[in-house]
C-alpha cells in the first residue's frame, strides 16, 4: 500500500506528558498536512508544510505544538503537556497538487 | 456562524434510493469544493472535487456546485450498504492550502 501512513494509530497517555506523532506521505508528494478531528467535527487545519518548510499553522496549533519535517519526507508532530483537550484524531494527508489531498489513517490520542 | 454547514444526519435510506448529501457556506472566495467519504475510525478518503460552478460525475456520484446560492450537493445513485458512512465536505481558496470541512453528514443504506 503506497498511501499516507500514520503511526502510531491509537495513543493513549496521562496528562502532562509530552507525546509525537508521525507521518508518512506518499512517496512523490511534496506537500504535507495536519489536521485534527473531535467527535462529531469535520478535521480542522493545524499546519502545513511545502517540502521542510513549515509555510502555514493555524491559531489552534498552540506553543504546545510543535511540527517538523527535517529532510521534506516523513513529518512528526509534538504535543508537549498534554491536556485532556488535546484528545481527538490527529491526521496527516499529503498532495501533489494543492486541491487533491490524500489522508492517513490518523493517530488516536486519549489523554487521561 | 461556521464558514462551511453540513446537516449531521444521520439519513437513513433503502438500498437502491438515490441520496442527497449538502453543505452551504458563507465565504465567496472559495473555488474548491471536494467531497471525502469517512468510515469510522479511518481517515477521510477523497472522492471527487470540483472548481468553480458546474457538475462533475464519477460512476454513481455526482457532485454539483451553485456558487451564486452558495451550497453544493452530493448525489449517489442506486445506493448501496457499502456506501453507510460519514459524508464530509470541504472547500478551499485558490492560494491557500487548508481545507475547510463540514461537520459530516452520517449516511445509512438498510439492506
Not at chain 1, 506528558?17 to 508518512?24: G, I, K, M
Not at chain 1, 517540502?51 to 489552534?60: G, H, I
Not at chain 1, 519535517?69 to 496527516?92: N, V
Amino acid at each position: 500500500d503506497t498511501g499516507v501512513s500514520q503511526n502510531p494509530r491509537h495513543k493513549i497517555t496521562k496528562r502532562g506528558q509530552n507525546v509525537t506523532f508521525r507521518c508518512d506521505p506518499i512517496s512523490e508528494h511534496n506537500r504535507l498536512y495536519w489536521y485534527r478531528q473531535t467527535l462529531g467535527q469535520g478535521p480542522e487545519f493545524l499546519t502545513y508544510f511545502q517540502n521542510e518548510a513549515q509555510l502555514e499553522k493555524s491559531r489552534l496549533l498552540s506553543d504546545r505544538f510543535s511540527a517538523e519535517r527535517p529532510k521534506g519526507s516523513f513529518s512528526t508532530l509534538e504535543i508537549q503537556r498534554t491536556e485532556q483537550g488535546d484528545s481527538a484524531m490527529y491526521l496527516c494527508a499529503s498532495s501533489l497538487l494543492q486541491r487533491e489531498q490524500y489522508f492517513g489513517p490518523g493517530t488516536r490520542l486519549t489523554v487521561t | 456562524q461556521k464558514e462551511v454547514e453540513q446537516d449531521p444526519g444521520p439519513l437513513s435510506v433503502p438500498e437502491g434510493a438515490i441520496v442527497s448529501l449538502n453543505c452551504t457556506y458563507s465565504n465567496s472566495a472559495f473555488q474548491y469544493f471536494m467531497w471525502y467519504r469517512q468510515y469510522s475510525r479511518k481517515g477521510p478518503e477523497l472522492l471527487m472535487y470540483t472548481y468553480s460552478s458546474g457538475n462533475k460525475e464519477d460512476g454513481r456520484f455526482t457532485a454539483q456546485v451553485d456558487k451564486s446560492s452558495k451550497y453544493i450537493s452530493l448525489f449517489i445513485r442506486d445506493s448501496q450498504p457499502s456506501d453507510s458512512a460519514t459524508y464530509l465536505c470541504a472547500m478551499m481558496n485558490t492560494g491557500f492550502q487548508k481545507l475547510v470541512f463540514g461537520t459530516g453528514t452520517r449516511l445509512l443504506v438498510s439492506p
